[in-house]
């Protein structure tokens, strides 16, 4: 009649000990999540920060008047930026147009039609390379190649130092992107007797469509905010653009130049500068990311 209780004991040993293990797992699962979230929370300060400090410095002076009339001289009072908003949207445009397409068939070759070619090896790495290079290289170089030849700054050359550096961004995202499509979509367009060309454009590249405007609007982050290569290439200018071949202002530019000047008033501008900058791409790539996601 014993036996039972003596073989219950094991059992129930081995059980007590299997809860106080589920126990002291559940308890660091439970310690984990808090801590990461904790540091999850940790790494918005520095963003919520700078949001809050533009919004401080930067919305006194934030009206129509600022978003659509000239740079103030120093010691006058009034004025705007409209020109440098004009200015940074044609040269990131002009960028846009020169490096996605260029981009975007890099992408498509190296990852479609010779994935393992020494040439798409090559492409990779020169991609990744360019993502590190400094700005101001890219601004140098495109003053050699762009301004020198045509004896002056311009927004054609603005346009040209900011495709240098987004033209690797989409080439890697892009690539990322169409590395994402599903195999069995290509299978599946090829049993049905598509060629590779139309796969291409009728089933892959629609997939992928969203991760690659993804890429293209972090491209147009960085080339909206970028200054060195502006001050090789564009310049500034105090006066509206009238054609694509002389000195054009730019949001970044007007910052830098205002933000060093021992004016008050021009320092307050380019508070409000930064944070229409910052407005600008924030609206770009919410935009983006709406109309372009996957339905």
């Excluded at 479609?112 to 798409?120: C, G, I, N, V």
């Excluded at 910052?255 to 008033?265: A, E, G, L, R, V």
Aim: with cysteine; aromatic share 8%.
């Amino acid at each position: 009649m014993s036996s039972p209780t003596i073989s219950a004991q094991p059992r129930d040993f081995f059980h007590t000990k299997h809860t106080a293990r589920s126990n002291v797992r559940a308890m660091w699962n439970r310690i984990l999540n808090v801590l990461c979230v904790i540091l999850a929370l940790l790494t918005l300060v520095p963003l919520i920060s700078i949001i809050v400090l533009l919004l401080e410095k930067g919305l006194p002076l934030l009206n129509w008047s600022a978003l659509t009339t000239l740079p103030p001289a120093a010691g006058e009072l009034g004025g705007g930026f409209g020109n440098a908003i004009a200015g940074t949207c044609i040269m990131v445009g002009v960028a846009l147009a020169l490096s996605t397409p260029l981009g975007i068939l890099s992408a498509i070759y190296i990852n479609e039609y010779a994935p393992t070619s020494r040439l798409s090896h090559a492409v990779r790495f020169v991609a990744k390379l360019l993502t590190g290079i400094p700005s101001i290289i890219a601004g140098v170089f495109a003053y050699a190649i762009v301004v020198i030849a045509m004896g002056h700054f311009s927004a054609w050359a603005g346009g040209f130092a900011l495709a240098i550096l987004t033209l690797p961004t989409i080439i890697l995202t892009a690539e990322q992107a169409l590395l994402g499509v599903p195999k069995a979509y290509r299978e599946a367009s090829y049993g049905l007797g598509a060629t590779n060309f139309q796969t291409i454009s009728r089933i892959v590249l629609p997939d992928a469509l969203p991760a690659i405007m993804t890429g293209v609007m972090l491209a147009v982050a960085r080339a909206a905010g970028e200054t060195a290569p502006l001050i090789f290439t564009a310049l500034f200018s105090p006066f509206w653009l009238q054609k694509l071949t002389e000195p054009t202002a730019s949001l970044s530019v007007l910052i830098y130049n205002f933000s060093t000047s021992p004016d008050k008033h021009q320092i307050a501008m380019a508070w409000t500068a930064s944070l229409v900058l910052v407005i600008l791409v924030t609206i770009t790539n919410v935009t983006a990311q709406v109309v372009f996601r996957k339905k």
